[in-house]
């Protein structure tokens, strides 16, 4: 086992790159397949299907034309800019709730901004990187949810002038800024604020026991000498998007889980089983190889098969064992957008994101009841993965050992992509978070981005040609696709689908693809859209991780951003600037719908001082959970 420098790779990439870079493929996709896929690409833009012309496809959901339509937005929207500041229309206000680093308890001291915590007031405080969130609410308490994704080694260890942990107290505190934090919130005087000692205040880290639950429990890929019987692990880490569930628990989404585990020597190859998933190459740096062997995939080959799943958590019982609910698959999990079938099944559509990589939903066995609720209902049912057609129509096929070849359920939830893969699934642009139109039965789902796009093939060899859904090469602005299920039931097994908007840059690009679609202009062009959410009036909040530069491709487009979608019209408006290097992530509502909790994650991510956010002067940047209330006290969801 070597040092943690020589473990690691350069730490400025995203999780995308970084893995690209660890597991390099050669550009070799199939070049015919490309210009086939254009000439199709050619025959879908003749069938009107960018947004705004009228012979656009599903039916009754077509846009209203830009000269009927009135918008329906009562504000207006802001223009781009590169402050390191949070900017919002006129009308209204935000705050800062809660940021990392911030005590849950009364006897942990405040942030130190000189050595940014330790391992002990870091398990006890709010973790890093706030992601995907919630707000519960149990009579007159409001119990908030929130994942902490990951941390940057250049902020959370930017007291080492390695960047790097230099102590197992610093390697320990990195562990402890992931995982998920559960704290009370309350509101007085218009004033959002934690509860500190609340009862229901809780961190899950990397070492919470959680119970492996559905077909993959108990199977030989899941065992270890830790676990022989295969079915507790510890912890959760780099949880993304979250879910929430008609009987009151929270999701939380294990993405990027690969680069944690260290290979025991730099001749180490990876079996193909491995490399699909990223694990096995070099690390990004945290060092949990030195204090656990559960990361030394020399010792503990089958420790990396307990991660990349769906974790449940009860956020009104502290004392829950949460569970991985395995029967969702093991991906780099980003959402799990849970809806009820009309029969009564429980649906979740999951994506992962990763190049070329695919859109996934779940549907139980058996039927939910609300009064008699099962509480394990996650466990059974059937895995199924998108294939969606030139034609704008889309199936759903299942995973199953007929279907894949593989020997049973529990293979696939261990090798989900695989098994994808060998249905023949449609390979997509990096699907990132799934949201339901409560008003009808409509799915959107944010598709990134995608280098690879025509370019390569994903990391099980699957070639990525062009294709109407993913219709640009090297794709790098990122879509907004949707579909309806036929008879409008979740649990059908064909869909029709077209695109909500394609991302653009109409200034630098007049005409053509790299423009966007008719709803992108100059006013409200933004790239890779990532967090995706809809309020109960069906307006869908449209969030970003994207290229920040303000330069080339991206010049106008300035810091990541929110935007509000109307999904009728097509029209959509710019409500949220960013600081600088953030990214904006993660929504929910007070029960009142007057306060929108919003994310601001790595703000000043590149450590080099141009973020100060949110407290200013010389302080260290940190991601924050942000209130928003409209200053007339009117509902804002
Ligand atoms: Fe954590 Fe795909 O974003
Ligand atoms: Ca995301
Ligand atoms: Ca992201």
Redesign the pocket.
């Known amino acids: 086992m070597g040092s943690i420098a020589e473990n690691t790779l350069d730490n400025d990439l995203s999780f995308d790159e970084f893995d690209e870079e660890n597991f390099p493929r050669p550009n070799d996709n199939d070049f015919d397949s490309v210009i086939e896929s254009a000439i199709s690409r050619r025959g879908f833009l003749g069938a009107s299907l960018i947004m705004g012309t009228s012979a656009f496809l599903l039916g009754t959901s077509s846009f209203v034309s830009k000269a009927q339509a009135k918008s329906t937005f009562d504000f207006e929207g802001i223009a781009a800019n590169t402050l390191d500041t949070i900017t919002l229309p006129e009308g209204y206000q935000w705050q800062t709730v809660v940021k990392w680093g911030d005590p849950l308890w009364s006897n942990v001291p405040d942030f130190d901004h000189e050595t940014r915590g330790n391992a002990t007031s870091q398990e006890k405080s709010f973790g890093d990187n706030n992601?995907g969130m919630a707000l519960f609410h149990k009579d007159d308490k409001n119990i908030f949810v929130c994942n902490n994704?990951y941390t940057n080694l250049k902020l959370i260890f930017g007291n080492r002038a390695s960047n790097l942990p230099e102590n197992d107290d610093d390697i320990l505190k990195g562990m402890n800024a992931h995982g998920i934090s559960v704290v009370e919130l309350k509101e007085e005087a218009g004033k959002w604020e934690i509860v500190k000692d609340s009862p229901y205040n809780r961190r899950i880290t990397p070492t919470t026991p959680i119970e492996l639950t559905g077909p993959v429990r108990g199977h030989d890929l899941v065992k270890t000498s830790a676990d022989p019987e295969g079915t507790t692990t510890l912890g959760t880490w780099n949880n993304?998007?979250n879910g929430r569930t008609p009987w009151g628990t929270y999701l939380a989404c294990e993405?990027?889980f690969n680069a944690y585990y260290a290979r025991p020597n730099e001749d180490y190859k990876p079996g193909d089983a491995f490399a699909r998933y990223g694990i096995g190459g070099k690390t990004r740096g945290l060092g949990w190889e030195q204090l656990d062997s559960r990361f030394d995939l020399g010792k503990e080959p089958n420790e990396s098969n307990r991660a990349g799943y769906v974790v449940e958590i009860d956020p009104m019982d502290p004392e829950a064992t949460p569970k991985k609910r395995t029967a969702l698959g093991r991906f780099k999990h980003?959402n799990a957008e849970v809806v009820i079938s009309k029969n009564g099944e429980i649906v979740v559509y999951l994506g992962d994101?990763e190049r070329g990589e695919y859109l996934y939903k779940f549907v139980s066995a058996s039927k939910y009841d609300a009064k008699n609720p099962n509480h394990d209902i996650l466990d059974e049912g059937t895995l199924y993965v998108a294939k969606f057609n030139d034609d704008l129509s889309g199936e759903w096929l299942a995973l199953t050992p007929e279907t894949t070849g593989m020997e049973n359920q529990a293979e696939i939830c261990v090798y989900t992509r695989q098994a994808a893969s060998a249905v023949k699934a449609t390979t997509m642009d990096?699907p990132?978070w799934v949201s339901s139109n409560p008003k009808k039965a409509e799915v959107y789902c944010a598709l990134?981005n995608n280098k690879n796009r025509g370019i390569k093939p994903n990391k099980g060899g699957d070639e990525t040609p062009v294709n109407a859904a993913n219709p640009r090469e090297a794709n790098k602005y990122g879509q907004i696709i949707r579909w309806v299920p036929e008879n409008g039931d979740h649990a059908a097994l064909t869909f029709s689908w077209n695109l909500f908007v394609l991302a653009g840059n109409p200034v630098v690009n007049k005409t053509g693809l790299q423009a966007g679609s008719e709803n992108i202009n100059a006013g409200n062009m933004f790239n890779s859209p990532?967090g995706i959410a809809f309020d109960t009036k069906g307006r869908l909040w449209i969030q970003t991780?994207g290229k920040y530069s303000n330069e080339g491709d991206f010049e106008g487009m300035g810091n990541n951003q929110m935007l509000v979608g109307d999904t009728q019209t097509g029209e959509i408006r710019r409500f949220l600037v960013g600081p600088r290097e953030a990214e904006i992530t993660g929504a929910t509502w007070s029960k009142d719908l007057k306060t929108m909790f919003v994310g601001i994650q790595h703000p000043g991510e590149k450590g080099q001082g141009e973020s100060h956010f949110p407290d200013g002067g010389n302080s260290v940047p940190r991601s924050s959970v942000i209130a928003i209330n409209r200053k007339d006290g009117a509902t804002i969801g």
Do not use: H, P, V
């Open positions: 992601d994704e993304c998007g993405e990027n980003e994101d990096r990132e990134t990532d991780d």
